[in-house]
């Protein structure tokens, strides 16, 4: 069981804040905030958790290395049409939250790849790395892929007539295999929580490039809503926080017990 948290990067670039037309706090709008917190607990599960440190406004992590926005970088031909590039969401992003643009103007290609090779690499090869080492170790590999929601992004959303809170991705059952998402899901809703598949979020690229259930690499992307945990204006913990990080402690703890019969077999035998 691997846990990785791509969004939730906090260490804002001079370069970043000098050249966007963004206040600080409307930058930090598009972060996951405090996710690698809230999920910290992985490694006393004997779990592995990967977090990002340089925010999602500089570079997303989970977008391909090669999703660049013509309407942001100079020298880009127009490519097949792809809706999260074209809304200003590629790998380096034009906009935060809300559509509003991060940098007046174009930025120079040999930016994106500067902070692709230095930045989006190494985390990409430290992922696979572990991914390629828990199969090695157990025939099977599990990532469970940590993000946040804004609230807003549930309107409409409905689970039997109840609102979610929590959003499981699996690619529609491409990039895990279904037992395993069930007990993943079953594991929140023990705790009380709403969960939703698939909608409105099914797994961007992490999930759809390392889920291959078939050859034991299985990806399950959270996404938990940040009205539980977070004041989503001023982004401050509010008087939640504590509970919800208890809770997803404990998920967390049922989450990786799921693999551990078999280990247990293979131990008595």
């Known amino acids: 069981m691997i846990f990785a948290s791509p969004h939730s990067g906090r260490l804002y670039p ?38 990002a440190r340089l925010p999602r406004a500089w570079l997303d992590l989970n977008r391909a290395s090669d999703e660049l926005d013509p309407a942001l970088f100079d020298g880009l031909g127009r490519g097949p049409h792809n809706p999260r ?18 940098y007046r103007g174009k ?23 572990l991914i390629e080492e828990s199969h090695d170790a157990f025939g099977q590999a599990v990532l469970i ?9 549930l309107d409409g959303v409905s689970v039997g007539g109840r609102r979610p809170n929590v959003v499981l991705g699996d690619r529609y059952g491409a990039a895990a295999d279904p037992d395993l998402v069930d007990a993943v899901e079953r594991a929140f809703e023990a705790e009380g929580m709403i969960v939703s598949r698939n ?13 291959r259930p078939a050859r034991g690499r299985h990806v399950v992307q959270v996404e ?11 982004i401050e ?21 799921i693999g551990r019969p078999a280990d247990t077999a293979l131990a008595a035998e």
């Open 14 to 51: 001079n370069e970043l804040l000098s050249r966007s037309v963004l206040s600080p706090l409307a930058l930090r709008s598009s972060e996951d905030a405090f996710v690698d917190d809230l999920f910290g607990a992985a490694p006393a599960e004997g779990a592995p958790i990967l977090t």
């Open 85 to 102: 590039v074209a809304s200003g969401l590629g790998v380096v992003p034009r906009v935060v939250s809300g559509g509003r643009a991060i």
């Open 107 to 129: 930025l120079d290609l040999v930016t994106a790849q500067r902070r692709i090779r230095q930045v989006w690499q190494p985390y990409h090869a430290t992922l696979h790395r």
């Open 145 to 153: 892929d940590c993000h946040s929601m804004p609230h807003e992004a």
């Open 199 to 211: 909608a409105p979020f099914a797994g961007a690229f992490i999930t759809q490039h390392y889920g």
């Open 224 to 234: 938990i809503d940040r009205s539980l945990y977070m004041n989503e204006a001023t």
């Open 237 to 257: 913990p509010h008087s939640g926080y504590a509970q919800v990080k208890a809770t997803l402690t404990r998920v967390l703890a049922e989450i990786t017990r």
